[in-house]
């Protein structure tokens, strides 16, 4: 079966300081992989999203950067963070196109001080 | 992508059955209707998903009138724990999947 990990589970950083949030999935091969974000009480927000190695998408231009170093290996970036950059962030996996069901990782709380 | 518009919040009470009707009016002839469900501090999970007429599984029922414009998704008999946020998807054939605000559901003893 698929299992999909994030890490860490919660953050806490200081503005101005680097982040690196990563996401693997096991037991499946060249899926589609997703980072959201979720403020506080509030919708997903599409971050960025891969349908290869490499191959990135970006949807909200921002202080963020995603890559995907490996088939199943998502990892989300920043070099210096803002308080704007608090919140949920999540990553998902789906196989092939947009019919399939999403599936979600546990997520990492993210606070900026 | 099709946009989504569902009620931001909504209370019911235990045992009752629950419908939350979302309205895509721009839906393509290719597009799916999908609904998640996410608690507190998790990610979505998939609900169910329809093209036309009536879908049922073990979860939930979503039905879906003939032009297509809107769905209602269908909680029968709601308890505690499925107080969440629901959420409203039109998926193309497409790789973006865009999630809406949500509709907060609310359910009392």
């Known amino acids: 079966s698929q299992t999909i990990h994030q890490w860490p589970a919660t953050l806490v950083q200081p503005v101005g300081s680097p982040l690196s949030l990563e996401c693997t999935v096991e037991g499946t091969s060249n899926p589609n992989l997703y980072w959201y974000r979720q403020a506080a009480g509030r919708g997903l927000q599409l971050l960025f999203y891969s349908v290869g190695i490499g191959q990135i998408s970006s949807e909200v231009p921002q202080n963020l950067s995603a890559s995907r170093p490996q088939d199943r290996q998502f990892i989300l970036s920043s070099k210096k963070l803002l308080l704007s950059d608090s919140g949920f962030y999540l990553c998902?996996?789906?196989?092939?196109?947009?019919?399939?069901?999403?599936?979600f990782g546990p997520g990492t709380r993210l606070t900026v001080l | 992508l099709a946009k989504t518009t569902q009620p931001i919040s909504m209370d019911s009470y235990e045992g009752q059955e629950v419908n939350i009707t979302c309205s895509h009016n721009n839906i393509a002839t290719n597009d799916y209707i999908t609904w998640y469900q996410q608690f507190p501090s998790q990610g979505p999970r998939f609900i169910i998903q329809g093209y036309k007429t009536k879908v049922t599984n073990e979860v939930a029922s979503l039905f879906i009138p003939a032009d297509r414009k809107s769905s209602t998704l269908s909680l029968p008999r709601v308890s505690l724990s499925d107080t969440a946020v629901y959420y409203c998807?039109?998926?193309?054939?497409?790789?973006?999947?865009?999630f809406g605000a949500g509709t907060r559901l609310f359910v009392k003893a």
């Open positions: 998807l039109v998926a193309t054939g497409g790789f973006k999947t865009i």
């Open positions: 998902a996996w789906r196989m092939d196109r947009g019919y399939n069901e999403q599936f």
